[in-house]
């Protein structure tokens, strides 16, 4: 696993926040969900637990640190809650979510995983105030209904 400076992402976040604005989120999302995807097929391929390789994975990749996980691969539906992510680490408190990179590694492991596209959104998030970072999957049936069953 490759390790990198916590402000490497960042500072490549913010840079092309300042040139082409927030489009920036959607890129770094596709980027990590294709990112994820590679890392999940390389992953799942020498470990049977996926679940538990994916905890492994994040926590020792130093994205963050997993302290909650609920997966149900037959609803293809996941929650995982993550302390301490490498964007909480820089920007601190931001006021807003700042994990988007972090929503789309998630979304490739998972979509690895279940064996169809699946992508995750932030719902709650250290950098602005919440007690952990949380990020859930988004169906088709839209985001609000969905989330109204947790
Ligand atoms: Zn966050």
């Known amino acids: 696993m490759l390790h990198f400076e ?3 992402l960042t500072d490549v976040q913010n840079e092309m926040e300042k040139i082409i604005g927030p489009i920036t989120r959607t890129i770094m999302m596709n980027a990590a ?16 637990d996926k679940k538990e390789a994916i905890i492994k994975c994040i926590n020792n990749s130093g994205i963050g640190k997993v302290v909650n996980i609920e997966v149900s691969e037959k609803n293809k539906e996941a ?5 301490d992510t ?3 680490r820089v ?11 972090v929503a789309g590694i998630l979304s490739g492991l998972f979509s ?11 719902v709650l998030c250290e950098s602005k ?15 609000e209904e969905w989330i109204r069953r947790f």
């Open 33 to 48: 969900i294709a990112s994820g995807k590679k890392l999940g097929k390389r992953l799942f391929r020498r470990c049977a």
């Open 91 to 101: 920007y601190k408190k931001r006021g807003c979510c700042t994990c988007s990179y």
């Open 86 to 88: 490498v964007f909480k």
């Open 6 to 8: 916590d402000f490497f």
């Open 112 to 122: 690895v995983m279940f064996g169809t596209d699946v992508n995750f959104e932030e």
């Open 129 to 143: 105030g919440d007690e952990v970072c949380k990020f859930v999957t988004v169906h088709k049936i839209g985001f």
């Open 79 to 83: 929650i995982v809650e993550i302390k």
